[in-house]
């Protein structure tokens, strides 16, 4: 492949080229929850499915939108969405779960990202840690109206995506509390693994990206209580299809 | 509690929201341009004006260039009970479609200053508060003004990355062009990471003056004044929606 036709070629990773996906794509980490997304909407079909990136494009009340996973972490995250970028992705939302570390947070509620911090190291390889990874204002602005109309709950701050699950979760060796303290006291919502290297990569490209994550309670908290994850999931991904919407009625669907 | 050792202020003397010029003779110009304002206190840098716009209460602080000196000036503005700042200021244009005299609205600062931190690691990002982000912007559009909203760059060493400098500043800019930062300036990366963390709001509304692609042109004096105070008015609109939303 020359330089010159990396954005009409088929794409290395996700196996699609110009055409294959909507302006606006979700990006769950999890393969197993793009049939999640399709199971959602009016229609969608299959697009490719290859490593751990599948996609499936469809439509909502007319609106196209597309769902392409990509895996754990930011690695396979960067290629997904440098991938999407060049075959036409001009909204970028990912959609996933999240390790809540503020008292607040419970589950049902929806924590939308501002700004997320670089606590991986794939950004860096684009650009040094000064760079602030920001979520893209208009899509934070369509996530919370999306949230308001669909009656949930939300936050809005600042999320950690780090690499290291088994350092930072309460399965963790050592004493996570510890680990994660800092984070508390500067007021960080939840921990996750993708959107810091998304927001910065977006920005540096001037494409649209946010994030909305289903919280639980605070992983520095005891729970008993049953936890109606999936329900909680299908919420978020609704929330997520309705602010690609309301892009698309906002003319930012380009 | 005493008056604040820098700002020479104490709880009373300002009103929740506060401008931050970095400029000092700049406290003065923008309090003329609130409905009525009174001198409040001048030490070193510090010059602080309160008043009101539109039945809001408002004060200016200038604090200098810098953000070493504008983290102390937030550390003892939120000790005298301010929880909302606007900084106002001028920058230097990275961007061939930033034009000088336009409307730059911050969404995120790239952390290029030493004062962030000492507070904070690197990974953490410099954001500003959406709701202040987005007041700005409508009151920029109900003045007929298209604002540039996006990242720009905080940094220290002014004669290491203007077009003043001495050696090939567009080296240094480089990174920073390609991955469309607006426009360089000094203090905002300090004041949205200390802001966010002590849950207090904050925005910046920035005016270019110089352009790095363009180091022949430089704004007018007259130019200038106008864009200040059109900046100052954008943000005293901003200040009412806040108020109209949030009380």
């Keep these: 492949m020359t330089s010159q036709d990396i954005h009409s070629e088929k794409q290395h990773h996700i196996d699609m080229k110009k055409g294959d996906v909507a302006p606006t794509v979700l990006i769950p980490g999890d393969p197993g929850r793009v049939e999640l997304f399709a199971s959602l909407m009016d229609e969608a079909n299959k697009v490719a499915e290859k490593r751990e990136y599948i996609t499936y494009t469809g439509k909502k009340d007319g609106v196209p939108i597309s769902c392409t996973s990509t895996g754990l972490g930011c690695p396979p995250t960067a290629i997904g969405v440098e991938e999407l970028i060049r075959i036409g992705a001009k909204n970028i939302i990912r959609i996933g779960t ?32 000064e760079y602030p990874a920001v979520a893209d204002y208009r899509i934070v602005r369509a996530l919370i109206d999306a949230c308001e109309k669909l009656h949930l709950p939300y936050h809005l701050g600042i999320v950690r995506s780090h690499d290291a699950f088994y350092l930072e979760s309460p399965w963790a060796l050592g004493d996570y509390r510890k680990r994660l303290q800092p984070w508390v006291d500067m007021g ?25 994550l289903a919280s639980g309670y605070s992983i520095l908290e005891e729970h008993e209580e049953k936890i109606h994850e999936e329900e ?23 | 509690m005493e008056k604040q050792h820098h700002i020479d202020l104490k709880p009373g003397d300002v009103a929740e929201t506060v401008f931050l010029p970095g400029d000092v003779h700049r406290a003065k110009f923008i309090a003329d341009l609130f409905d009525e304002a009174e001198f409040v206190a001048h030490k070193r840098q510090y010059v602080t004006y309160t008043g009101t716009y539109k039945g809001t209460k408002v004060s200016v602080t200038s604090t200098g260039i810098g953000c070493p000196a504008l983290a102390i000036a937030v550390e003892e503005l939120i000790n005298v009970g301010a929880k909302n700042f606007i900084r106002i200021g001028t920058c230097g244009a990275l961007q061939k479609q930033v034009r000088l005299g336009d409307v730059i609205i911050a969404s995120g600062a790239v952390r290029g200053d030493g004062t962030s931190r000492e507070y904070f690691p690197l990974e953490y990002p410099a954001v500003a508060d959406f709701d ?69 709001r ?45 009380g």
């Design chain 1, 232 to 254: 909680n999931i299908c919420k978020m991904v609704s929330a997520a299809i309705e602010a690609a919407k309301l892009l698309h009625e906002r003319g930012l669907a380009k």
């Design chain 2, 132 to 200: 202040t982000l987005e007041a700005l912007i409508a009151a920029a559009k109900e003045r007929g003004v298209n604002p540039h909203v996006g990242i720009i760059r905080a940094h220290d060493s002014f004669y290491a990355e203007s077009i003043l400098a001495g050696g090939d500043y567009l080296v240094k800019d480089k990174p920073w062009i390609d991955s469309g930062v607006l426009s360089t300036e000094n203090e905002s990366s300090t004041l949205f990471t200390l802001a966010t963390v002590r849950k207090c």
């Design chain 1, 98 to 129: 999240c390790g809540a570390i503020q008292p607040f947070l419970e589950p049902g509620h929806m924590i939308i990202a501002t700004g997320a911090v670089r606590g991986e190291h794939t950004s860096e390889e684009f650009i040094n840690m």
């Design chain 1, 188 to 212: 960080v919502l939840a921990l996750e693994n993708e959107s810091s290297a998304i927001f910065v990569i977006s920005g540096m490209q001037g494409i649209r990206a946010g994030t909305i």
């Design chain 2, 202 to 246: 904050s925005g910046t509304i920035l005016i270019p003056v110089g352009h790095h692609l363009f180091p022949d042109e430089m704004i007018s004096t007259e130019q200038l004044s106008d864009a200040i105070k059109l900046e100052t008015l954008i943000a005293l609109d901003a200040t009412v929606k806040l108020k109209q939303k949030f």
